[in-house]
C-alpha cells in the first residue's frame, strides 16, 4: 500500500513539475511577442545589411551580387530570418521559441547532473525571465544567446552521459548543426573553445581517477565536430558557388586580416589611442605602397566620413578613422576602386599591400612592429590600465546595474524601407518611426507588458548580484576544500567551472575590445554572458551539498 502510494506522489510530482515548466514557457513567450523591437534601416553593415541578405537568399540569390558587405559577416542569421519567413511567423515569436529550447535543453541537460529538480526549474525560470535577454531590436545577436546555450547544452549532455554506445545520433547531429549556425551567426565564436576544452578535460580527468573508459567522449565529439564541418562546408561551398572563393567570411581571410596587420604595424612616432592608422602612418604607408597609395583619395577625400564615426566616444580621434572603423572604411576605400568584383581580385590587391609593406619594414625603409593579433589595433600602456576599470564595468552590466532598454527608440525612415522590412520579419510588434500614422503606435497593452520587463528589471537588479557573489564565493570555497582533499571532483563542480571559464572568456574578449576598437561594453554584446553568469552561479551554490570526506590522519 505505501509503495503505491509512494508511485503515485512520485506521478503527481513529475505532473505538477512538468506543468509549470508548461506555464512559464507559454507566460514567457506571451510577454515576449507583446514587447516592441526597433528596426534600424540605416544600419546597412549590421541590422540592414543581415535584412538585405535575407531578403536575397528568398529570391535565390544567395547573398546578393559580390561587395565590400557580401561576405563581411557570417550567413547566420540572414539564413534565420529566410526560415522565419517561409514559416511565416513574426520574427520575435522564432527568437522566443529558440531562446526557449535553449533553456529547456539546458534544464535537461542538469538533469543528467542528479540535482534537486525544483532547482533546475528555478534555474530555467531565472535565465529563460532574465529582462536583458527580450528582443528590443531585430539583429544577430537577440539568437546569440540561444545558440551558444544550445552548444553548451549538448556538450553537457555528451560528456555527462556514460553510455558507451550510439555516438553517432541525430541529436549529435543536431547540436553540430547549431554549433555550426553558432559559428557563421558571430565572427568571434572562439570564446566558447576554452570552457569546452575545460569540461572535457576535467571529465576525463575524473573518469581516469574512478578507472572508467573515456573513449565515448572522444567519439561523441568526433561526431559532433563532424556534423558542424559539414554544415560550414556546405555554406562555404554556396559561397565558391556565387563567388568563386571557398570561405565563410572574408573578414577574417588570410588576405584582409594580413593586410590590417601589416597596416598597423607600421611605425609613425606615438600611436594615440583607438587610431590604429593614423594619418602620419597613413603618409608613410603612400610612399613605399603604391596599392595603398590607390586609396589615398578616399582616405583623405570622399572616405572622411566615417572620420566622425568615433568623435562621440573618443573626441581626440575626430578627424581621423578611429578603432574598429577604419576596416569598414578600408573596404570601402577598395571596392570604390573596382577591386570588389570577385573575392580573388580582393584577396590579390590585399596580398599587394600586405607584401609592399613587409618588404619596405625588412628593406628598413620604413619602422615597424610587430603585432600578434591581425584585426585589433595596438593596444598602448595607457589602454592596458584601463582593464580593471572596463571589467568592473562589464561585470556591472551582467549584475544589471544599470537601465534595461526597454526598446531601442523610434524605428528609422524612410517609411518605404520599413514596410519591406516588416514584410520580410512577417510584421512583428514594432516601435513606428517618428512620422507614421498613428495608428501604428504602441498600444495600450504593449505599454502593460513593457511595464513588466521594468518590473522584472528592478527584481533582477537585487537578485542576480546576490546569486553571483555567493555562487562565487561557494565555488571558491570549495576550490580550497579540494585543495585541503575534504571533498570530491563532482560533475557539478566541473560544469560550474566550465561556466565560469565561458563567462570570464566571453567578458575577456569583450573587455579586450572595448580597450582597443570600439565601445564593446553595450547590452548587445554582452547577452550571450547574462545567461551564462546565472548558470554559473547558481550551478556553484549546488555545491553546498556535496559531500565531504572525512581525512583519517595516521596515528603517530
Not at 503505491?4 to 515548466?21: G, I, Y
Request: a positive charge; aromatic letters at 14%; glycine letters at 4%.
Amino acid at each position: 500500500m505505501s509503495q503505491n502510494v509512494t508511485t503515485l506522489n512520485a506521478k503527481f510530482d513529475h505532473m505538477s513539475l512538468r506543468l509549470l515548466f508548461i506555464f512559464f514557457s507559454l507566460a514567457y513567450l506571451i510577454l515576449s511577442m507583446h514587447l516592441p523591437v526597433t528596426l534600424y534601416t540605416n544600419a546597412v553593415h549590421d541590422d540592414a545589411l543581415f535584412w538585405e541578405n535575407a531578403i536575397q537568399i528568398l529570391q535565390g540569390n544567395w547573398l546578393g551580387v559580390y561587395n565590400q558587405l557580401t561576405l563581411a559577416k557570417g550567413a547566420g542569421f540572414p539564413l534565420f530570418l529566410a526560415f522565419n519567413k517561409v514559416l511565416g511567423i513574426p520574427v520575435t515569436l522564432l527568437m522566443a521559441l529558440l531562446y526557449l529550447l535553449a533553456c529547456l535543453l539546458i534544464a535537461n541537460a542538469l538533469s543528467k547532473l542528479e540535482i534537486n529538480k525544483y532547482l533546475i526549474l528555478g534555474v530555467f525560470i531565472i535565465v529563460l525571465f532574465h529582462p536583458e535577454l527580450f528582443p528590443w531590436r531585430v539583429t544577430r545577436d537577440n539568437i546569440y544567446p540561444a545558440l551558444s546555450l544550445i552548444v553548451i547544452a549538448g556538450a553537457f549532455q555528451f560528456v555527462l552521459t556514460q553510455q558507451k554506445k550510439d555516438w553517432w545520433s541525430f541529436s549529435i547531429i543536431g547540436y553540430g548543426f547549431i554549433f555550426g549556425l553558432y559559428w557563421i551567426t558571430r565572427e568571434e565564436g572562439i570564446w566558447i573553445i576554452p570552457g569546452l576544452v575545460v569540461l572535457i578535460v576535467l571529465k576525463l580527468w575524473q573518469l581516469k581517477k574512478q578507472a572508467l573508459p573515456s573513449k565515448h567522449i572522444f567519439y561523441k565529439f568526433f561526431s559532433f565536430s563532424l556534423a558542424a564541418a559539414v554544415f560550414l562546408s556546405a555554406v562555404a561551398f554556396m559561397n565558391y558557388h556565387y563567388y568563386g572563393k571557398f570561405e565563410l567570411v572574408d573578414m577574417k581571410g588570410a588576405a584582409f586580416s594580413q593586410a590590417v596587420k601589416s597596416l598597423n604595424s607600421v611605425d609613425a612616432g606615438l600611436d594615440l589611442p583607438y587610431i590604429p592608422v593614423s594619418a602620419a602612418k597613413r603618409q608613410e604607408i603612400y610612399k613605399i605602397s603604391p596599392s595603398f597609395l590607390q586609396l589615398k583619395d578616399y582616405f583623405e577625400g570622399t572616405g572622411r566620413a566615417w572620420t566622425t564615426a568615433g568623435c562621440g566616444m573618443y573626441p581626440w580621434t575626430c578627424g581621423d578613422y578611429a578603432g574598429g572603423w577604419f576596416v569598414w572604411a578600408l573596404r570601402d576605400a577598395v571596392f570604390s576602386k573596382g577591386y570588389y568584383r570577385e573575392p580573388i581580385s580582393t584577396a590579390s590587391f590585399y596580398d599587394n599591400i600586405t607584401m609592399e609593406i613587409e618588404t619596405a619594414c625588412n628593406k628598413q625603409l620604413i619602422k615597424c612592429s610587430t603585432h600578434p593579433i591581425p584585426l585589433m589595433p595596438n593596444i598602448s600602456l595607457l589602454q592596458l590600465t584601463e582593464f580593471p576599470e572596463k571589467l568592473v564595468k562589464a561585470l556591472k552590466i551582467v549584475l544589471v546595474q544599470h537601465p534595461v532598454p526597454i526598446n531601442g527608440g523610434a524605428s528609422l525612415e524612410p517609411l518605404d524601407r520599413l514596410r519591406i522590412i516588416r514584410q520580410l520579419l512577417n510584421r512583428p510588434l514594432t516601435m513606428p518611426a517618428i512620422n507614421e500614422h498613428p495608428n501604428l503606435g504602441i498600444s495600450k497593452e504593449i505599454e502593460i507588458f513593457s511595464k513588466i520587463k521594468i518590473l522584472l528589471s528592478d527584481l533582477y537588479k537585487w537578485v542576480i548580484p546576490l546569486l553571483f557573489f555567493l555562487g562565487a564565493f561557494v565555488y571558491v570555497r570549495y576550490i580550497f576544500l579540494m585543495y585541503r582533499r575534504k571533498v570530491t571532483l563532482t560533475n557539478v563542480f566541473i560544469v560550474s567551472t566550465a561556466l565560469w571559464c565561458l563567462f570570464f572568456s566571453r567578458i575577456f574578449l569583450l573587455v579586450l575590445v572595448d580597450i582597443s576598437s570600439f565601445h564593446a561594453m553595450h547590452e548587445l554584446y554582452m547577452f550571450t554572458a547574462f545567461p551564462i553568469s546565472c548558470l554559473a552561479a547558481l550551478l556553484s551554490l549546488q555545491l553546498l551539498f556535496s559531500k565531504t570526506i572525512v581525512v583519517v590522519s595516521d596515528a603517530k
